[in-house]
């Protein structure tokens, strides 16, 4: 920590607070993610030969190839496309990414919550980077089975993403702000999506080699790293030069600012057996269910069904991502003065943005199914369907914070790392639905997405809570009565040993 006149000068050269610094670059943070993370779904359209597809099948409802350049009257010019892999191997591939992503999240969760944040992110996010910038290399010289051990990997330095964001935000983060310090940060899922589809587009237009998508992306990922590293600290009492009001401010309103006070172990007996954290469970399983259909397989959708041309692809990948993080603002402000002016609870504004998020996404893909070759009206509903969907992040993506602040990067690893089970289902899954890959083959994926979607709300409606459970905070809220499964926190001698932890810090 700097002596705190040189803390106070250096404080003075940042125009806004810390925790407005530490929330862009968590939006960045979430963005590099995500640009890494889907890339490959746009550059697998210019990296699979699938001529010898279109000659075996004919679809009666396909749209016009009007938008692309037609080589020997029959398919479009791919110049890079050398792999000759099936629907379902590219499924395959795709999932990948989500079996090593889902397995780090746990032990993300709790380095983050034993080492802090900083770290756990940092140096996740930077092996990602660096496998990214291997893909070329990698792909090229083992082929499907070399490229879906790489994505695993990258997989699991992600994994650790949003426990251990969690865990810097429940430091940083008062109540009242969380909705939209929330929308900001996980916002920057769609920035990731907008920037990643965008230029993945703008580097294979024409005669654009896909190798350039990871080298750019992999470049961009490093980048990221050595300005979180300066800037950034896990709690606001290590932070060097936060301002005297600021630090001071934080201390009064953050239950959990200073990460020195006394830590039980994760109370997993308890988290378990919480109906609140099953529901929220539900909910993000429907929700990533719905997310990783648009995310993964709308280039496809586009490329392949709607005939759009690469360019045209990036671009209109990328619109429905723009919708759904500018409604994300405005659900997260919305959802803060209706709690904040006592108009509705806490619980009732995240069933009511989860809801919204929910419902109105799966009525619009399946809207767009049916509008078949009308280019411009699919591409309206699954804008209206992202825009929707921006509800997600001041409902279900903030509860974790409402139910244990003391355990939300745990309590994130697991719902994060359930709910990932749909990442891994639904590439793999549409790529068996849609062999040929025609109209009515993605619609039946689309009526099974409609279905998890509604089904899993349903749920999380019944059974979501939005008050800090007993189990966060054992000292203030004690045991239920009907409680028969032993103690949470820690022996008396671990307790007292953290009582004079405090006691010397507090001195210091």
Request: aromatic share 14%; charged share 15%.
């Amino acid at each position: 920590m700097l002596p705190p006149r040189w803390r106070h000068t250096i404080s003075k050269l940042f125009l806004i607070p810390q925790r407005y610094v530490l929330g862009i670059m968590g939006l960045l943070a979430v963005c590099n993610a995500y640009t890494m993370r889907v890339c490959l779904n746009l550059a697998v359209t210019q990296m699979v030969n699938n001529t010898k597809n279109e000659e075996l099948h004919f679809d009666p409802d396909a749209c016009p190839d009007d938008d692309v350049l037609i080589v020997n009257g029959t398919s479009p010019l791919r110049p890079y496309a050398i792999f000759d892999w099936s629907e379902s191997t590219q499924g395959l591939i795709l999932s990948a990414f989500y079996y090593g992503y889902a397995i780090t999240h746990v032990p993300g969760g709790y380095l983050a919550e034993r080492y802090g944040g900083k770290w756990t992110l940092g140096i996740g996010l930077l092996s990602t980077a660096i496998f990214t910038l291997l893909t070329p290399v990698v792909v090229k010289a083992g082929g499907a089975t070399w490229l879906f051990i790489l994505r695993v990997l990258q997989g699991m330095g992600e994994g650790p993403t949003m426990p251990a964001l969690m865990i810097v935000l429940a430091r940083w983060v008062p109540p009242h702000e969380r909705s939209r310090q929330g929308a900001l940060v996980f916002g920057g899922a769609q920035i990731g999506n907008i920037f990643g589809s965008f230029m993945s587009g703008f580097l294979m237009a024409g005669d654009g080699d896909w190798v350039n998508v990871f080298y750019f992306f992999g470049c961009f990922g490093i980048l990221w790293f050595v300005a979180w590293s300066i800037l950034c600290y896990s709690t606001p009492n290590t932070h060097p030069y936060i301002s005297d009001e600021e630090l001071k401010y934080l201390n009064e309103t953050v239950t959990s600012a200073d990460n020195n006070s006394v830590r039980d172990p994760v109370p997993w007996k308890a988290i378990v057996r919480s109906v609140p954290v099953w529901a929220l469970v539900f909910a993000a399983v429907g929700h990533d269910w719905g997310y990783y259909t648009m995310v993964t397989d709308l280039p496809k959708y586009m490329t392949d069904v709607l005939k759009f041309n690469i360019a045209a692809t990036g671009t209109l990948t990328a619109i429905p991502y723009l919708a759904m993080w500018i409604s994300s603002f405005i659900f997260g402000w919305v959802c803060d003065v209706c709690i904040k002016c006592n108009w509705h609870t806490i619980k009732t504004g995240r069933i009511i943005h989860t809801t919204i998020a929910a419902t109105g996404p799966a009525i619009c893909i399946i809207l767009a199914s049916y509008a078949g070759c009308d280019r411009m009206a699919a591409v309206a509903y699954f804008i209206a369907s992202m825009a929707l969907m921006g509800g997600f992040y001041s409902g279900m993506k903030v509860n974790a914070l409402d139910l244990a602040p003391n355990y939300a990067g745990s309590l994130t690893a697991m719902i994060n790392g359930t709910s990932t089970l749909s990442g891994i289902i639904t590439p793999y899954l549409i790529g068996l639905l849609t062999p040929d890959s025609t109209l009515v083959q993605w619609r039946v994926a689309f009526w099974v997405c409609f279905a998890v979607l509604v089904g899993t709300n349903v749920v999380y409606i019944i059974w979501a809570d939005g008050k800090q459970q007993w189990w966060d905070d054992v000292r203030q809220y004690g045991y239920p009565e009907e409680w028969k499964h032993g103690p949470l926190k820690m022996a008396n001698q671990d307790k007292e040993k953290n009582k004079e932890i405090e006691a010397n810090n507090s001195k210091k």
